[in-house]
């Protein structure tokens, strides 16, 4: 009994909740409650142009796959004067650090590794592996000397399989109370499958869902299975083996996982409000003690879920979650930071969590979409999405843009699939349901960019493609062999890249990019990460390891064959990717595009024309032809407008307009056009 005791101690000391209670405590410097700093900020509404407007251009680093000189953390590399110099060159005026804090889990007193890319948090320190505390705040100070805000992350779902979770299992105090976890009789533990040698769980097939949720335990089945995989992966639900609890009775329990199985989920209307103790503490820590100015809520549409009076299950979108990430971001913006989310929802249900949730979200709404434009050279469905976006008030204003993440290319189309299958729209003059826009998407983007067409780029299980920005890019221009390409074939990548990037960035909000497209990275051969794929996971094929300064060293991942090299190199040549980044976000910045208003989206075919209105007033255009084949068209605006049509990459005029709507478009094949109408001022 005393060493139970002694090791549920041990674990007390590293969970979160206890770490979220002591940040609250009487003598801790983070002491946030019974102070006046609280009531000092607006904290009810979001704040996405305030947010842009502190930093509108984004660099989302990865620390597995940052190269560091020999004998230096990934810390330590990302403190690395020369990266801010370099940044703040490039435009650069804040850097997503990624998860960096201990994750993975607990096996006796043994810490395991994380099972989803340091996503599956246990713990409130940094993970040893990327460096210290006190390196971590000379990240900090390195990127405010010049101007760039370091942004962060909070994980309000699921945790790892840490000490709060080993606890849970244990029956331990308020523990239980911060997971869906339900103890299942031991008289229908028959119905359980027993847990494989050397494993603490077992996934339930759909069937025993059934069962359990038939005998009132569970809910049932969730309307999709995130990361489906035979045999891995077939519900949300697992089974833990026997656990022998703090009071002597042993229990299975059966808990909910919308990712990866070692991914417990927090049960957001419990008794004990653990999981709002939870995160409270962790925003605090993140904001006071380490510094951060921003935090992204990651997987956060989750955090309610019930069984509807008809019996079908309620998990994307529920009240309970718009209501809970209002929490969250409320409390961060009390604290005066600022809070972006990933969320892959139905715009319904995107536009529901955006009143009064996260200041920012990642334009999940768009980037299948323009993706699609590149590869078949019709930007119809991009034309309607972005239509759509403003028919449910998502603003472009409020939303991040970005080049490639950690993730694959999602291609679920949520959308057109759990609300929308049977609904009509629009493309191109021509109708079509949402179930039939689904499919043909999915399959001209599958079709076009795996298999014999492109074989360096894999399924990431049936949500989309795992590829870099630029396989993506290799497989549009029909390169089947991305090992030996020209000096043609180069340019012609980082032509279409710069297209990618104009889309992106020349439109209001935030724009964001990789460390994998700042040095044109390609995706790894397979089998240089099949360690890492054993759960069907291909995603490790697009994170291969980047060095941004070119002083070599090493990394956790393999090294990414790579078109651009480091970053030094390229602001050398004028000609290169960075450098011509850097102009554009001169021009971005020079106009305030990410404070614009964006009043119109028009085109056929190949050709996307946005129109924008600047802070001074004037019309922007950002035109794009998306197709391997020139494009004329007429397009019109708004309003009859008058005035010379600068390009304000040439500084040329390109037309002049005399109090007339009618403005003509001419674009060479995968060009665009920057513009002002009106005065301009270079």
């Known amino acids: 009994m005393e060493e139970i005791a002694s090791y549920i101690d041990w674990l007390k000391e590293r969970s979160m909740l206890a770490q979220a209670e002591q940040l609250s405590a009487r003598d801790s410097h983070a002491r946030y409650s019974g102070g006046g700093e609280q009531w000092q900020r607006p904290y009810a509404a979001t704040q996405p142009e305030s947010a842009a407007a502190r930093a509108s251009v984004w660099f989302t680093a990865y620390p597995s796959a940052i190269v560091t000189p020999a004998g230096q953390s990934v810390l330590q590399a990302l403190a690395d004067p020369d990266l801010w110099v370099t940044f703040h060159d490039i435009g650069i005026s804040a850097m997503h650090t990624g998860p960096l804090k201990r994750a993975g889990g607990i096996r ?23 460096g210290s505390d006190a390196q971590y705040k000379a990240v900090v100070a390195a990127a ?57 769980s077992v996934n339930l097939k759909p069937e025993v869902v059934d069962q359990l949720a038939a005998k009132e335990y569970i809910i049932g089945r969730l309307p999709r299975v995130i990361f489906y995989e035979p045999g891995v992966k077939e519900s949300n639900w697992s089974a833990t083996a026997p656990v022998v609890g703090v009071d002597g009775v042993t229990r299975r329990w059966v808990y909910l996982h919308y990712f990866k199985e070692g991914q417990p989920v927090f049960n957001w209307l419990d008794q004990t409000f653990a999981a709002q103790r939870l995160i409270a503490g962790d925003v605090l820590h993140s904001l006071k003690i380490l510094g951060e100015g921003m935090l992204r809520l990651d997987a956060n549409g989750f955090l309610g879920i019930e069984k509807s009076a008809d019996g079908t299950v309620i998990s994307e979108g529920h009240p309970l979650a718009v209501i809970s990430n209002q929490l969250i971001a409320g409390l961060i ?19 529901a969590m955006g009143a009064g949730g996260a200041d920012l979200s990642y334009d999940f709404v768009t980037r299948p979409a323009y993706h699609h434009a590149l590869v078949t050279g019709d930007a119809s469905f991009l034309r309607l999405m972005l239509s759509l976006m403003h028919e449910y008030g998502i603003r ?42 689904r499919e043909r998407v999915r399959h001209e983007m599958f079709s076009r960019c795996m298999g014999s067409n492109a074989p360096y780029n894999l399924q990431s299980t049936t949500n989309g493609i795992a590829c870099t920005t630029l396989s993506l890019i290799t497989a549009t221009l029909s390169i089947t062999d991305i090992t030996n390409l020209t000096a043609a074939q180069r340019e012609q990548i980082k032509r279409l890249h710069l297209l ?69 190199e390229q602001l050398q040549d004028p000609d290169s990717f960075a450098s011509q980044l850097k102009r554009l976000l001169r021009l971005r910045e020079r106009y305030r595009i990410y404070e614009a208003t964006q009043v119109a989206v028009l085109g056929k075919g190949s050709l996307l024309v946005m129109v924008h209105v600047l802070p001074d007033g004037r019309y922007q255009i950002t035109a794009i032809n998306f197709g391997a084949e020139p494009v004329e068209q007429t397009v019109l605006l708004p309003e009859a407008v008058s005035g010379r049509v600068v390009d304000v990459l040439s500084a040329e005029t390109v037309t002049t307009l005399t109090n007339t709507t009618r403005l003509p478009i001419r674009l060479d094949s995968y060009t665009a056009l920057i513009a002002i109408i009106g005065k301009s001022d270079l």
């Open 108 to 130: 006796g007193r043994a810490y395991t590794p994380t099972i989803d890319g340091h996503f599956d948090r246990i713990s409130m320190e940094l993970d040893p592996q990327f």
């Open 144 to 200: 405010a000397a010049h101007g760039v805000t370091v942004i962060g992350d909070i994980v309000p779902l699921h945790s790892g399989k840490g000490a709060d979770w080993r606890l849970a299992e244990r029956a331990v105090g308020d523990y239980p109370g911060l997971y869906h976890m339900v103890a299942i009789d031991e008289a229908d533990w028959a119905l359980l499958p027993d847990v494989a040698e050397g494993r603490d």
């Open 333 to 351: 913006r009390k604290v005066g930071g600022f809070s972006f989310q990933e969320l892959n929802l139905t715009l319904e249900d995107m536009a």
């Open 396 to 437: 472009p204003n409020a939303l991040i843009h970005a080049l490639q993440n950690h993730d694959e290319l999602t291609l679920e189309l949520v959308h057109f699939w759990t609300r929308h299958a049977e609904t009509p729209f629009e493309l191109d003059d021509e109708t079509f349901t949402g179930r039939a826009i």
């Open 500 to 568: 990618l990037v104009i889309y992106n960035a020349f439109q209001p909000g935030v724009f964001a990019l990789s460390g994998w497209d700042l040095v044109g990275a390609l995706p790894l051969p397979p089998e240089q990460v099949q360690h890492l794929m054993g759960d069907g996971d291909t995603r490790w094929i697009n994170r291969g390891s980047y060095d941004l300064l070119g002083k070599g060293g090493g990394a956790d991942l393999p090294p990414a064959p790579s078109l651009y090299g480091p970053l030094p």
